[in-house]
């Protein structure tokens, strides 16, 4: 399974982006996916997940109301829409996917990651 983030980008704050992920090798529909993000020197968080049919979907509490996941099984792909950025998004974003578990907010459940997009945001 190869996965491919794309979508990163950098605006002001209370701009908005939208990053995808593809995925290859295997069909969509059988993993449970998750968006992370990794600022400099800190440690990779949970952003949000989505179920293998679309629900449910979970958020860490301060993007909730401003990050929306959400997945395209047919076209195999991921995304997360952010709108409403604030500096303390800014970070290296990765999906991740689990051939295991239908959603999992933890770094653990998830065997496959994508190579992380870039999201600076200027105040």
């Known amino acids: 399974v190869q996965l491919q983030a794309s979508g990163g980008g950098s605006v002001q704050t209370g701009g908005s982006l939208r990053l995808s992920c593809e995925v290859s090798?295997?069909?969509?529909?059988?993993?449970?996916m998750g968006w992370f993000r990794e600022a400099p020197g800190k440690e990779r968080e949970f952003v949000a997940t989505?179920?293998?049919?679309?629900?449910?979907?979970y958020y860490r509490g301060s993007v909730e109301g401003r990050f929306t996941i959400s997945r395209d099984n047919a076209k195999n792909t991921m995304s997360l829409q952010m709108d409403k950025l604030k500096p303390e998004d800014a970070a290296v974003y990765y999906c991740?996917?689990?051939?295991?578990?239908?959603?999992?907010?933890?770094?653990?459940?998830?065997?496959?990651w994508g190579q992380g997009t870039l999201v600076t945001v200027s105040s």
């Open positions: 991740a996917a689990s051939n295991w578990l239908d959603f999992s907010r933890v770094r653990g459940g998830y065997n496959y």
């Open positions: 090798g295997r069909t969509l529909s059988s993993l449970g």
């Open positions: 989505i179920g293998k049919s679309g629900q449910p979907t």
